[in-house]
């Protein structure tokens, strides 16, 4: 009996010792699937940084936010993304309440210049960049209606010389015109401000899917106005475009752009790389690099721009805007402006 105990407790052994070896010689993973909210440019240009970094394989999908949350909540039984990057943040607030993501506390978050603002209570997600929304007027257009000036008030907006001549996102698909969205509704109120979102619609020639095009289509001459964020702006004024920065100077709405690793990841040990990585001045300051000028969340960072947060910026609700994303979104579909035909 005794020999019969010692051989069990032997076997015990062994198959622990099996079991630590296996988990000792686990390797790590070669490649990382990101799905990636930012512009092409900068989705690209991270891609191969990262990947000459760690030599980690990294296969991106680029989608406006609307889009990439759609597309998690699609997947959520079968993930086939390890992290999101890029995007407002009140849209992984949203993605937090449905279950979409997972806590991550990175080593890293010390580097944040403001925890309490660009990181979450409870590290489902965390801050990368901060852009600030801004007009996009073609110059060309103010040049064929004598008088006519670049708005600095979201009143403008509704001039008659801007009827058919706006060129926003959609809010279903796009976190900017979201932002937009939220920010009227909290400088007005609810009640005024769904008033102010209708005859908003009502200027807008087409909506688009994604929140930077209409700074590229109005400086084409598409349309007269672009509701945008300022650092997408900056970006086609540099490559040539007849554009003007604005401002409304009765206050403007601003993005905190965040990141989280998804539930579920396939390669949960490279999205914290790329989380870890993503905390760093190093990787925050390869934003200009790629024409993405965004203000880092990070210290150590020189700003290409500050000028694009030395504006009005409203007090954001980031909590409460992400919170009601969905609602506020359907209702705007719904009772005011559907997604159809979105402008690509």
């Known amino acids: 009996m005794k020999g019969k105990r010692l051989f069990i407790l032997g076997l015990a052994v062994l198959v622990l010792a099996l079991m630590l070896g296996a988990c000792s010689t686990e390797e790590e993973s070669t490649e990382l699937n990101l799905l990636c909210v930012p512009q092409e440019e900068w989705c690209q240009g991270m891609k191969e940084e990262f990947e000459n970094e760690f030599g980690i394989t990294v296969n991106y999908v680029r989608m406006s936010t609307g889009e990439a949350l759609a597309r998690l909540e699609a997947e959520r039984d079968n993930p086939q993304f390890d992290i999101m990057w890029g995007g407002p943040i ?69 001039k008659p010389e801007f009827e058919g001549q706006l060129l926003v996102a959609h809010p279903s698909t796009s976190g900017t015109s979201y932002t937009a969205l939220a920010t009227v509704l909290q400088l007005l109120g609810e009640e005024a401000g769904w008033e102010y979102l209708n005859d908003y619609a009502g200027q807008v020639l087409q909506f688009t899917k994604s929140g930077s095009a209409p700074a590229k289509f109005v400086g084409a001459g598409e349309a007269a106005v672009g509701v945008v964020f300022s650092h997408d702006i900056v970006k086609q004024i540099e490559a040539g475009l007849p554009l003007v920065l604005s401002f409304p100077e ?30 760093t001045p190093e990787a925050q300051a390869l934003g200009p690099k790629y024409k993405a000028y965004q203000a880092p969340t990070v210290g150590g960072v020189e700003l290409s721009y500050p000028e694009l947060l030395e504006v009005n910026l409203i007090d954001y609700d980031f909590q409460w805007a992400g919170e009601n994303k969905s609602a506020f979104v359907d209702k705007f579909s719904n009772e005011i402006a559907g997604a159809d035909q979105l402008k690509e």
């Open 90 to 158: 009140d849209t992984y607030i949203s993605g937090k309440g449905k279950d979409l993501f997972v806590p991550y506390e990175s080593p890293n978050v010390d580097n944040l210049l403001d925890k309490d603002k660009y990181l979450d209570e409870d590290n489902y997600w965390a801050g990368i960049y901060v852009g600030s929304l801004g007009f996009a007027t073609n110059e060309d257009y103010l040049a064929a209606n004598p008088g006519l000036e670049a708005p600095t008030s979201w009143d403008d907006l509704l």
């Open 250 to 279: 009765d206050g403007t709405g601003y993005e905190i752009g965040g990141m989280s690793i998804v539930k579920g990841a396939q390669h949960p040990d490279a999205a914290e790389k790329w989380f870890d990585w993503a905390l």
